[in-house]
C-alpha cells in the first residue's frame, strides 16, 4: 500500500471513535436521567407516605370450647373446611341429658296438674262457704234482734212487777193482778234467756262458718307455695335445656377451621379447648409506626398493602385505629434505668389498618409492607 492510500483511510477511524464516544455519553445520559427519575419517585414516594416493613396479617382467632362434660359423637367438621355461622360443629353425647330434660317437664306437668285440683277446691270452698257465711250471719242479726226484742219485754215485765208488789202491800190491786204481773214477768225472762241463748247459738254458728272460710287462705298459701315450686322447676327445665342445647355445638361465625384439638370418642370436661376458627371476611394489620412518623398518619386515610407471599399484587386498606401509648409501655419487664446511663430508642405507636380481602387470599400470619398515604402529599 502507498503512503498516498494509507493516509486516506485513517480520517474514516477517527470518525467511527468519535461515534462511539458519543453513543457512550448517550447511553451514560439516559442512563442518568433513568436514576435521576428513580431517585425523585424514590424521594417524592418516601416524602408522601410512611413506610412499615415488618407487619403480619391479623384476624379474629375465635378458640371454641365445650360448656359441659361428655363424649363426643359426632365431629363432622376438620381443618381447612368452610363453615357457615350456626353450621353444627361438635356433637356432645346428650342422651342422659334428654332423660333429665324429660323428667322435669313431667314434673312441670303433674304441679300443673295439682294446681287445677286446688283452684277447683278452693273455688268449691268459696262458694259453700261464703252462702253458709251470708246465712248465719243473717241469722245471728235476726237472734240480735229478737233479743233486743224480748230483753225490752223482760225489763218492762219486771218494772210492772215491782210496781205491782208496793201496790200490793199498799193494798191498791188485787192478789190476781199481782200473780198475772209476775207469770207475765216468768215469761218475759223465759223469752229473753231464750233469745240469748239463740245469740249465742247463731254467733257460734257463725264463728264456725269464719272458720270454714279460713280454709281459702290455707288452699291460697298452698297454691303460693305450688306457684314457687312451679317457678324453681322451670328455672331447673331452662336450665336443662340450655345443657341439651350446649352438646350440640356450633359456629359462632361463617370462616375456617383452623385447627382441631379433640376427636371422636374422647370425654372432654367444661373449658376445654376443641378447636380454633376465624372469620376470612375480617382482615387487619398491627404496624408498628416510629413515633417520629406518627403525626403523618391519619385516621381513614388510605394504605397500599403488599403481601409477600403475592409479589406484584397490591391490597386496599385504611387506617381505623392509633394507638393512645408507646408499646413499651405495656412490656412485662419494664426499664425503669436505675444506673442513669441512657441510650434514646425509637418508640412505636401501633396503628390498625383494616385490609380488604380479596377471594380469600389474605391469611391471619401473612407478612405485608404498608405504605400508608400522608394527607396533602
Known amino acids: 500500500m502507498s503512503e498516498t492510500e494509507a493516509g486516506t483511510a485513517k480520517p474514516p477511524r477517527g470518525r467511527g471513535l468519535l461515534a462511539s464516544r458519543r453513543a457512550r455519553f448517550g447511553i451514560m445520559g439516559f442512563m442518568a436521567v433513568i436514576i435521576l427519575i428513580a431517585i425523585i419517585s424514590w424521594l417524592y414516594a418516601r416524602y408522601s407516605h410512611v413506610y412499615v416493613q415488618d407487619s403480619r ?47 322435669l317437664d313431667a314434673r312441670l306437668q303433674s304441679l300443673a296438674a295439682e294446681q287445677a285440683s286446688l283452684r277447683a277446691q278452693r273455688e268449691l270452698v268459696d262458694r259453700r262457704t261464703a252462702s253458709n257465711f251470708d246465712m248465719f250471719q243473717s241469722r245471728l242479726a235476726e237472734a240480735r234482734a229478737r233479743f233486743e226484742s224480748a230483753k225490752s219485754d223482760f225489763e218492762q215485765a219486771r218494772n210492772d212487777f215491782d210496781r205491782a208488789e208496793k201496790l200490793l202491800e199498799e193494798k191498791v190491786i188485787s192478789r190476781q193482778r199481782w200473780e198475772n204481773d209476775r207469770n207475765r214477768l216468768r215469761k218475759a225472762d223465759q223469752e229473753f234467756q231464750r233469745a240469748r241463748a239463740n245469740v249465742d ?69 367444661p373449658g376445654q379447648r376443641l378447636l380454633m376458627i376465624h372469620d376470612p371476611r375480617k382482615v387487619w394489620v398491627i404496624a408498628n409506626v416510629k413515633e417520629t412518623e406518627i403525626r403523618h398518619v391519619k385516621l381513614g386515610a388510605h394504605v397500599d398493602v403488599t403481601v409477600d407471599a403475592y409479589p406484584g399484587e397490591k391490597f386496599d386498606g385504611k387506617v381505623s385505629r392509633i394507638g393512645n401509648a408507646a408499646t413499651s409501655q405495656f412490656a412485662l419487664l419494664p426499664n425503669p434505668n436505675p444506673s442513669g446511663n441512657f441510650t434514646k430508642i425509637t418508640q412505636r405507636i401501633e396503628v390498625k389498618v383494616d385490609v380488604e380481602q380479596r377471594d380469600n387470599m389474605l391469611r391471619p400470619g401473612m407478612m405485608v409492607e404498608l405504605a400508608i398515604d400522608i394527607p396533602g402529599r
Not at 71 to 89: H, I, K
Not at 224 to 239: G, I, L, S, Y
Open 57 to 103: 396479617l391479623s384476624a379474629t382467632m375465635v378458640t371454641i370450647s365445650s360448656r359441659v362434660p361428655g363424649w363426643v359423637t359426632s365431629f363432622p367438621v376438620g381443618e381447612g373446611q368452610q363453615v357457615e355461622e350456626d353450621a353444627l360443629l361438635i356433637d356432645i353425647d346428650s342422651r342422659e341429658a334428654r332423660l333429665q330434660l324429660a323428667e
Open 201 to 269: 247459738t247463731a254467733a257460734a254458728a257463725l264463728e264456725e262458718a269464719r272458720a270454714e272460710r279460713l280454709e281459702l287462705e290455707v288452699l291460697e298459701q298452698r297454691l303460693m307455695m305450688m306457684a314457687a315450686e312451679k317457678t324453681r322447676v322451670e328455672a331447673q327445665r331452662d336450665r336443662q335445656s340450655l345443657d341439651v342445647a350446649d352438646r350440640a355445638i356450633r359456629s359462632p361465625l361463617p370462616g375456617v377451621i383452623d385447627e382441631t384439638f379433640i376427636d371422636v370418642g374422647e370425654y372432654v370436661r
